[in-house]
């Protein structure tokens, strides 16, 4: 596709519940990452792909946060037993990874509300 | 820690006037790169413009332009003849060149009165 895209575009789910959240990066960029963005403020950096693999996954607030990326394209950000307080935007942007062509770009996020 | 601070939560300006939006940032690492992002109420992020800190020239992209003052940590944002679309949230964000995380500010909404 021509840019990032995200799926569900919004999730309303239970508490306790588990979801998963889809991005799909732009065709040829090696590097994937995920931001979380809370109302009101900036994007947090959550977890960086290069490839398969996760290059740094710092950002992950607990290990309810769990990220794939099997074959080195699409990523499913994944969180078990949700919390109110995971409500927020989930972003997910891509890259090249070397140079000039480091930039991020975004896609328009999934806004998840946990009930 | 590497902070990035915007202190204006949020600036008007009228439309085909010129505003300048602020933001400094905190940090010890002598490479690094500094973004000014976009984020309309549809959420997406747009990349406005981009600066390597090793660059003295200010980056300038059509009607955006930067003023980059590295000694200062200081990274404004100037938006000339201002128009309606130009209407979003506006993100400065940090990425040291050790890594690839961004780190961002809180954001400045930025109204267009036409």
């Known amino acids: 596709g021509a840019g990032v895209s995200q799926t569900p575009s919004n999730k309303v789910t239970e508490k306790g519940k588990y979801v998963e959240l889809r991005c799909d990066p732009i065709?040829?960029?090696?590097?994937l990452y995920w931001y979380r963005q809370s109302l009101g403020q900036g994007p947090e950096f959550l977890i960086y792909?290069?490839?398969?693999?996760?290059?740094?996954d710092s950002g992950l607030p607990n290990d309810r946060f769990f990220a794939v990326r099997p074959e080195g394209s699409v990523s499913t950000l994944k969180i078990q037993r949700t919390e109110r307080g995971d409500s927020a935007v989930y972003l997910c942007?891509?890259?090249?990874?070397?140079?000039?062509?480091?930039?991020?770009?975004f896609g328009p996020g999934t806004r998840l509300l946990v009930l | 820690a590497q902070t990035v601070t915007q202190s204006q939560p949020e600036m008007s300006v009228q439309e085909a006037e010129t505003v300048t939006l602020s933001c400094t940032y905190d940090?010890?690492?002598?490479?690094?790169?500094l973004f000014w992002y976009k984020q309309p109420p549809s959420r997406q992020m747009i990349l406005v413009i981009r600066q390597e800190a090793y660059k003295q020239q200010n980056a300038t992209e059509n009607r955006f332009s930067v003023n980059f003052q590295k000694a200062a940590k200081s990274f404004s944002l100037k938006i000339s003849d201002s128009q309606l679309g130009d209407a979003a949230m506006y993100f400065c964000a940090y990425r040291p060149d050790s890594n690839y995380q961004l780190i961002w500010g809180a954001g400045t909404k930025l109204i267009i009165k036409p």
């Open positions: 065709s040829g960029h090696t590097a």
């Open positions: 942007a891509s890259s090249w990874t070397s140079g000039d062509k480091e930039t991020q770009y």
């Open positions: 940090t010890s690492e002598s490479d690094y790169y």
């Open positions: 792909f290069q490839g398969t693999g996760a290059a740094d």
